[in-house]
């Protein structure tokens, strides 16, 4: 059956509606980057950037002291976007703390804004406009990724890159010119300059091309593009210049390891986050996704499994590009579900399978819609996918009025699977584990309190971090101590913590729903 070209006018409206959606993300994330916190990271991750723009380690003897110091944290992730992060700092002149977060905020949204716009190329080869707009919109409709899209800046640059890795490979894929390929290789050093599990998209690469031109070819292509990754790999990871393969190496191993000894709260109890177990990350994955879009997923990977049955040839030597978006999506959470390594709260270091899994969602949209269009005469075909596109909305709505009621703590949404209410999830998993709402408390006590010196007791380390967020003469006012004796507030967000202090004088909360997810308790009358 061939496919008619859709009438100029419609294409006119599709065009016109994808740009409208980019042009008011852009506006909404200029309108709304000035409104976050700080989180556990930034401060650390601003501090490596540094460390290699001042080209503070000069040498191995340098870089030993290092790592007696820290260990293998200066090593584990790519410096390539916290360097860029800090050169536009210096370029801008910036020295006051709360210009520089904000600033990193705005940058790190236009690193996903990127990302949204490559994801809508790479979906358009594959769908054509109308879906590859839904899959956008669904993505940007994910609360969780929409929060971290201001403040988590390693996890956004790499899911940033891992989309233009992913794009330039299906390019190369379609049209394997030397032209392709090196773009390709560029994208390709910029996201091992990112995270070294970057090394995971040449694996995808390999098999790609391999499996769809089995020649002579295509094996000095492969040898080409990564003899260009590894002569750009030093520009973007400048620190393998003294020691290229004991760097990589360790990025390798940390990757799988951790130092991080705490426990994680999980379906309600503290468990150790070495010793977690298998459906960690996948369950993380189905409570803080939409559920609409979880449906659509288990229906566009039933249908890229059963083409890969019906026509193996087809889906992994001529049309790939279905099988490693599902690759994308299920090698890296199966390796974790099977390794079981040390993680943090949450799946935020799995964040960059989240548009693999968006676009096998859009998958099951198009099945759903090639089901629902079929019995119909073409006339009534748009009434259907006109229906189609509302039930999408309306399935994401829930989430959507949740960024709206609870900003800017999107971050915290859960859907019905977590529990009945926010009160029942904030007893089974931890919330507030970036430490986000610090910044609302601490501007609370610097607002109602006029004392020249406030001493503060913060629960953990973001409550003293969102101070650098403050202006500078209320940061000044603040005095930080490790004891209630010697504070005048208490302030926490209940990490490590979901059950209620035994403080009596509660002067403020940030409630999301029905649960208190930060508190500042007075622990002496006012002066």
């Given at each position: 059956?061939?496919?008619?070209?859709?009438?100029?006018?419609?294409?006119?409206?599709?065009?016109?509606?994808?740009?409208?959606?980019?042009?008011?993300?852009?506006?909404?994330?200029?309108?709304?980057?000035?409104?976050?916190?700080?989180?556990?990271?930034?401060?650390?991750?601003?501090?490596?950037?540094?460390?290699?723009?001042?080209?503070?380690?000069?040498?191995?003897?340098?870089?030993?002291?290092?790592?007696?110091?820290?260990?293998?944290?200066?090593?584990?992730?790519?410096?390539?976007?916290?360097?860029?992060?800090?050169?536009?700092?210096?370029?801008?002149?910036?020295?006051?703390?709360?210009?520089?977060?904000?600033?990193?905020?705005?940058?790190?949204?236009?690193?996903?804004?990127?990302?949204?716009?490559?994801?809508?190329?790479?979906?358009?080869?594959?769908?054509?406009?109308g879906i590859a707009l839904?899959?956008?919109?669904?993505?940007?409709?994910?609360?969780?990724?929409?929060?971290?899209?201001?403040?988590?800046?390693?996890?956004?640059?790499?899911?940033?890159?891992?989309?233009?890795?992913?794009?330039?490979?299906?390019?190369?894929?379609?049209?394997?010119?030397?032209?392709?390929?090196?773009?390709?290789?560029?994208?390709?050093?910029?996201?091992?300059?990112?995270?070294?599990?970057?090394?995971?998209?040449?694996?995808?690469?390999?098999?790609?091309?391999?499996?769809?031109?089995?020649?002579?070819?295509?094996?000095?292509?492969?040898?080409?593009?990564?003899?260009?990754?590894?002569?750009?790999?030093?520009?973007?990871?400048?620190?393998?210049?003294?020691?290229?393969?004991?760097?990589?190496?360790?990025?390798?191993?940390?990757?799988?390891?951790?130092?991080?000894?705490?426990?994680?709260?999980?379906?309600?109890?503290?468990?150790?986050?070495?010793?977690?177990?298998?459906?960690?990350?996948?369950?993380?994955?189905?409570?803080?996704?939409?559920?609409?879009?979880?449906?659509?997923?288990?229906?566009?990977?039933?249908?890229?499994?059963?083409?890969?049955?019906?026509?193996?040839?087809?889906?992994f030597f001529e049309q790939?590009?279905?099988?490693?978006?599902?690759?994308?999506?299920?090698?890296?959470?199966?390796?974790?579900?099977?390794?079981?390594?040390?993680?943090?709260?949450?799946?935020?270091?799995?964040?960059?399978?989240?548009?693999?899994?968006?676009y096998l969602a859009a998958?099951?949209?198009?099945?759903?819609?090639?089901?629902?269009?079929?019995?119909?005469?073409?006339?009534?075909?748009?009434?259907?996918?006109?229906?189609?596109?509302?039930?999408?909305?309306?399935?994401?709505?829930?989430?959507?009025?949740?960024?709206?009621?609870?900003?800017?703590?999107?971050?915290?949404?859960?859907?019905?699977?977590?529990?009945?209410?926010?009160?029942?999830?904030?007893?089974?998993?931890?919330?507030?584990?970036?430490?986000?709402?610090?910044?609302?408390?601490?501007?609370?006590?610097?607002?109602?309190?006029?004392?020249?010196?406030?001493?503060?007791?913060?629960?953990?380390?973001?409550?003293?971090?969102?101070?650098?967020?403050?202006?500078?003469?209320?940061?000044?006012?603040?005095?930080?101590?490790?004891?209630?004796?010697?504070?005048?507030?208490?302030?926490?967000?209940?990490?490590?913590?979901?059950?209620?202090?035994?403080?009596?004088?509660?002067?403020?909360?940030?409630?999301?729903?029905?649960?208190?997810?930060?508190?500042?308790?007075?622990?002496?009358?006012?002066?």
């Amino acid at each position: 059956m061939t496919l008619q070209p859709p009438p100029l006018r419609q294409s006119r409206w599709l065009a016109a509606t994808t740009i409208a959606f980019f042009v008011a993300l852009l506006f909404t994330g200029a309108a709304l980057y000035r409104d976050y916190g700080l989180t556990w990271d930034e401060v650390p991750t601003r501090e490596l950037g540094i460390v290699a723009v001042q080209h503070l380690v000069p040498d191995l003897r340098a870089l030993d002291s290092l790592r007696a110091v820290t260990g293998t944290m200066y090593e584990r992730f790519g410096p390539l976007y916290e360097i860029l992060l800090v050169r536009a700092e210096q370029l801008l002149l910036m020295s006051d703390s709360r210009s520089v977060f904000m600033m990193r905020h705005l940058v790190t949204f236009l690193t996903f804004y990127l990302a949204a716009f490559l994801f809508h190329r790479l979906c358009w080869r594959r769908f054509g406009g109308g879906i590859a707009l839904l899959a956008c919109v669904s993505l940007v409709a994910s609360p969780q990724l929409f929060s971290h899209a201001f403040y988590n800046t390693k996890d956004i640059a790499f899911l940033t890159a891992f989309v233009g890795a992913m794009l330039a490979l299906d390019s190369a894929l379609t049209h394997p010119t030397w032209r392709a390929m090196l773009v390709h290789a560029v994208t390709t050093a910029v996201l091992l300059g990112t995270r070294v599990i970057g090394l995971f998209a040449v694996l995808l690469t390999a098999a790609g091309l391999l499996a769809r031109r089995p020649t002579r070819r295509t094996l000095v292509q492969l040898l080409a593009y990564s003899g260009i990754v590894a002569v750009l790999l030093p520009l973007v990871w400048p620190v393998l210049r003294i020691d290229p393969i004991g760097i990589v190496k360790g990025a390798i191993l940390a990757s799988t390891s951790n130092p991080y000894t705490r426990t994680n709260l999980f379906r309600g109890e503290a468990v150790p986050a070495s010793q977690l177990p298998w459906d960690y990350v996948p369950t993380w994955i189905l409570i803080t996704t939409p559920i609409i879009l979880s449906a659509l997923f288990v229906v566009g990977t039933g249908v890229v499994v059963a083409a890969c049955v019906r026509s193996p040839r087809r889906s992994f030597f001529e049309q790939q590009r279905d099988v490693i978006v599902l690759s994308w999506f299920f090698i890296p959470v199966v390796g974790v579900v099977i390794l079981r390594p040390v993680l943090y709260d949450g799946w935020r270091h799995l964040l960059f399978v989240y548009p693999a899994f968006v676009y096998l969602a859009a998958i099951g949209m198009e099945w759903l819609s090639a089901m629902a269009t079929r019995r119909f005469a073409p006339a009534r075909r748009r009434v259907v996918t006109a229906g189609l596109t509302g039930g999408l909305l309306l399935g994401l709505s829930p989430a959507i009025a949740f960024m709206v009621a609870n900003h800017p703590l999107e971050h915290l949404y859960f859907n019905r699977l977590a529990g009945r209410d926010m009160e029942t999830v904030k007893q089974r998993f931890e919330l507030d584990y970036w430490g986000l709402t610090y910044r609302q408390s601490l501007e609370y006590i610097v607002r109602t309190d006029t004392a020249r010196r406030i001493r503060v007791r913060a629960a953990n380390y973001p409550g003293m971090a969102n101070s650098l967020l403050l202006p500078e003469r209320d940061r000044l006012r603040l005095r930080f101590t490790g004891s209630d004796a010697d504070a005048d507030y208490f302030v926490t967000n209940y990490r490590f913590h979901p059950e209620a202090y035994p403080y009596r004088d509660e002067v403020f909360r940030v409630r999301v729903g029905n649960a208190s997810v930060a508190s500042v308790f007075r622990l002496r009358p006012a002066r």
